[in-house]
Every structure is written in C-alpha cells, then in structure tokens.
C-alpha cells in the first residue's frame, strides 16, 4: 500500500507519520486490497480536521473528521474508514 501524508498549515512530524500510518495500516485487516491512500491533515485556528482517500479495487472511499485534537481527527478517520471498508466488501461478497 502506498501513502501519502501532507500536511495544509501544519508541519507533519515524525510523530504524526507514524501514529497515522499506523491507524491506516490496521485498515488492511478488512481489506487487502488497498492499493492507494491520501491522507491530508489541515489545522484552521482551533479547529483540527484529518481526510483519507483510499483507492481499492473497485472503488474510492473517501472520509474527513474534525475535532481540537488532530490526533482524535485521526481515529475518527480511520473509524469511519473501516466501517466503510467493511460495507464495501459486504456488498461485494453479496452479490
């Protein structure tokens, strides 16, 4: 899977590399076939907000989360990321 951070207002640290590609790559448990993701996290004065695209086989699932803490953002992304994955694939498996 390839990732890609960035960072809008904001200087994207180690830290944060780490901690989101951590939480992206327990997404893989659901699906192993993410090809592509895209995560962007932007800070708007006390406003934090975290976005993902990610690219799978069939489809393109896109969530953002805001919240003071870019870090909560964060899990509230990969949150709605992996209730969406699990969707995705259930409607594949149904039909």
Not at 9 to 28: C, G, P, Q
Not at 44 to 50: P, R
């Amino acid at each position: 899977m390839q990732l890609t951070i960035s960072g809008h207002h904001i200087d994207v640290t180690e830290a944060l590399r780490e901690y989101v590609t951590n939480k992206i790559s327990r997404l893989e448990k659901h699906h192993d076939r993410i090809t592509n993701t895209h995560v962007i996290l932007t800070v708007k004065k006390l406003q934090q907000k975290a976005e993902a695209t990610l690219h799978i086989s069939g489809a393109d699932l896109y969530a953002d989360s805001e919240s003071e803490d870019l870090y909560a953002a964060i899990d509230s992304l990969t949150d709605k990321l992996d209730r969406q994955l699990i969707k995705h694939k259930e409607k594949h498996r149904n039909h």
